[in-house]
């Protein structure tokens, strides 16, 4: 499920029942029709333990125009402008300067069910993060498995995961891995990324300091690109194996999981 964190004041807003749509400016979190939200209030913006989960929200229908063309019965259910004067002013301190009348607006609109107001886990808390991303592949091609750990900005690690992937390359693994530990913080609305992997093609290639010449890694590194332009900001770094520990355990954790259960049968 992805989250979407609105300041205190909108929050209050949806909880009453007057904030029904959200407007994205190059969709970062790629929401779509029937998409489940959960929706966290930022009671204070510089407290994150003082966030909290207010409810849950279910997009019911997205509108795609651009920003220059929105009226005023766009602004029911969200916020009202004045002026496109006022609106464009408004965005480009949201997104910055790439923010333009021509650029395309997705007016996302939702239901929403309060709950009682779950605490938030640390994960949701990030609005800034490291992400450590791994993959591997026993037999290159063979056997192959990805993770990804997500970190406070002290290296704390706050939510770790990895995925079983089937028969693929060393390569491949280590995009997936980038795949994987970016869309899950994209889920948590976390927008700003340094990502940290032990891959120096991968890093390379998605920095575009080298180019893609395998056909069959192309279009897993035009979705990861997809990906991190999605971000208000990623860096990527190359580290060396012995930094990366946390991840490589995990990669290896499942895949020797894999073997015990074909042992098994």
Same mark, same amino acid.
């Given at each position: 499920?992805?989250?979407?964190?609105?300041?205190?004041?909108?929050?209050?807003?949806?909880?009453?029942?007057?904030?029904?749509?959200?407007?994205?400016?190059?969709?970062?979190?790629?929401?779509?029709?029937?998409?489940?939200?959960?929706?966290?209030?930022?009671?204070?913006?510089?407290?994150?333990?003082?966030?909290?989960?207010?409810?849950?929200?279910?997009?019911?229908?997205?509108?795609?125009?651009?920003?220059?063309?929105?009226?005023?019965?766009?602004?029911?259910?969200?916020?009202?402008?004045?002026?496109?004067?006022?609106?464009?002013?408004? +965005?480009?301190?949201?997104?910055?300067?790439? #923010?333009? &009348?021509?650029?395309? !607006? /997705?007016?996302?609109?939702? $239901? %929403?069910?309060?709950?009682?107001?779950?605490?938030?886990?640390?994960?949701?808390?990030?609005?800034?993060?490291?992400?450590?991303?791994?993959?591997?592949?026993?037999?290159?091609?063979?056997?192959?498995?990805?993770?990804?750990?997500?970190?406070?900005?002290?290296?704390?690690?706050?939510?770790?995961?990895?995925?079983?992937?089937?028969?693929?390359?060393?390569?491949?693994?280590?995009?997936?891995?980038?795949?994987?530990?970016?869309?899950?913080?994209?889920?948590?609305?976390?927008?700003?990324?340094?990502?940290?992997?032990?891959?120096?093609?991968?890093?390379?290639?998605?920095?575009?300091? +080298?180019?893609?010449?395998?056909?069959?890694? #192309?279009? &897993?590194?035009?979705? !990861? /690109?997809?990906?991190?332009? $999605? %971000?208000?900001?990623?860096?990527?770094?190359?580290?060396?194996?012995?930094?990366?520990?946390?991840?490589?355990?995990?990669?290896?954790?499942?895949?020797?999981?894999?073997?015990?259960?074909?042992?098994?049968?």
């Amino acid at each position: 499920m992805k989250t979407l964190k609105f300041d205190h004041n909108f929050a209050d807003q949806i909880l009453r029942g007057e904030k029904t749509s959200t407007w994205r400016l190059f969709d970062d979190k790629d929401l779509s029709v029937n998409d489940l939200l959960k929706i966290v209030d930022k009671v204070d913006p510089d407290k994150p333990d003082s966030w909290k989960v207010i409810g849950q929200a279910k997009v019911t229908e997205i509108v795609e125009k651009k920003l220059g063309d929105v009226t005023l019965e766009d602004m029911k259910g969200h916020q009202f402008f004045g002026s496109q004067e006022e609106m464009l002013e408004y +965005y480009q301190r949201v997104y910055g300067k790439r #923010a333009s &009348l021509e650029t395309p !607006v /997705k007016m996302v609109f939702f $239901s %929403f069910v309060p709950t009682a107001g779950d605490a938030a886990t640390p994960a949701m808390l990030l609005e800034e993060a490291k992400l450590y991303t791994d993959g591997g592949s026993r037999g290159n091609p063979g056997e192959s498995a990805c993770a990804y750990a997500i970190c406070k900005m002290d290296d704390t690690v706050v939510e770790k995961s990895g995925y079983y992937i089937g028969i693929a390359t060393n390569n491949q693994a280590e995009y997936y891995g980038f795949k994987q530990g970016l869309e899950r913080c994209r889920e948590l609305g976390i927008d700003k990324i340094d990502l940290f992997s032990d891959s120096e093609l991968v890093v390379n290639q998605v920095n575009g300091t +080298y180019k893609v010449k395998n056909q069959e890694l #192309a279009p &897993l590194h035009q979705e !990861v /690109k997809a990906l991190v332009d $999605s %971000f208000e900001k990623v860096t990527i770094t190359h580290i060396p194996r012995e930094l990366n520990k946390i991840t490589d355990h995990e990669v290896n954790r499942i895949l020797d999981q894999q073997q015990r259960i074909k042992n098994q049968h």
